[in-house]
């Protein structure tokens, strides 16, 4: 069994991955924005072991999911789930990269991260400059997640780092229309959460359906790594190396 903590989990890929490895017997910690939502999955979700609740988009309120996280104990897994298609620049910024940051920064290093990408990452500009964050669109965000990633697995060797493409699933975010099966948008993080699969201990990659496919060229380049990292460091006034 396995002690996971999942954020977004009020919904969609999120809410499916918890309800997924509760019924596979693993303990799992939810995450919502607000007490309502944390009310609504509380009920809607059952056997989870609690539900920590946090704004991504405000970074107070990330840095002390951290301290809440932190005070619960342990994790083997976090899954970096969380995230806005449709939003300012600076909300895609704060949830989908700052928050993940913050998080990775401030919480017990667990044994497994897994972070929510897409294949939109691969339109993506490798943004890292401060002043750029204004600009920055979904696709942007999503590369900079799987980014980030890719620094976390070279800085922390003992803990795998991987990013997941859960392909376009019919969420409230992929809308109904989306042609991808939402339980195959599920597997791969479940998968890397838990498996004991030699395929599944590995760090640094980034997946479409269990497999490994090559990322956006930029994600591998250490420079861009290191510039990512610094602007999230400066923005937040947390770092992520002791
Ligand atoms: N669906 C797709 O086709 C697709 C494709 C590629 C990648 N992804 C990625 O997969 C992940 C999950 O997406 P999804 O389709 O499940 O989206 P979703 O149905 O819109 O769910 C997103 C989750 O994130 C939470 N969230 C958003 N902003 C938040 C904030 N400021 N504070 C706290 N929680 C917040 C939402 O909470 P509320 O319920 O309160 O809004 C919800 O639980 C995302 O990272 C997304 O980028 C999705």
Redesign the pocket.
């Known amino acids: 069994m396995a002690r996971i903590l999942i ?10 991955a918890a309800e997924k490895l509760i019924r596979e017997g693993h303990q799992v910690v939810l ?4 007490s309502a ?1 944390s009310k609504e ?1 509380t009920y809607q979700v059952k056997g989870a072991e609690s539900v920590l609740i ?5 970074l107070e ?1 990330v840095k002390n999911l951290a301290l809440e996280a932190n005070k619960l104990g342990k994790f083997d897994s976090i899954i ?6 449709n ?1 300012d620049s600076k ?1 895609i910024f ?3 990269v700052l ?1 993940p940051f913050v998080l990775s920064a401030l919480i017990e290093k667990p044994k497994r991260l897994v972070y ?5 990452h691969f339109g993506g500009k490798p943004i890292s400059k401060l002043e750029d964050i204004g600009k920055i669109n ?1 696709s942007d ?2 590369l900079l ?1 799987t980014t980030m990633m890719k620094a976390i697995a070279r800085h922390f060797p003992d803990t795998y780092s991987n990013a ?12 109904k229309n ?1 042609p ?1 099966d939402l339980q195959k ?1 599920i597997e791969t993080q479940v998968w890397l959460a838990t498996s004991k699969e030699k395929s599944a201990k590995v760090s640094g990659l980034y997946f479409r359906h269990q497999k490994a496919l090559s990322p956006h060229p930029a994600v591998l380049d250490e420079d861009f790594q290191n510039h990512l990292i610094q602007l999230c460091e400066e923005v937040s006034g947390v770092n992520l190396l002791p």
Do not use: C, F
């Open positions: 954020t977004g989990s009020s919904d969609g890929l999120g809410k499916l995450h919502a924005r607000n939502r999955i946090a704004d991504l988009a405000q309120e970096h789930n969380a995230g806005v298609l939003s909300t704060n949830v989908n928050a929510l990408s897409s294949g939109m979904y965000s999503k997640i997941v493409d859960p392909g376009w699933v019919p969420t409230k975010m992929g809308g989306a991808d948008g």
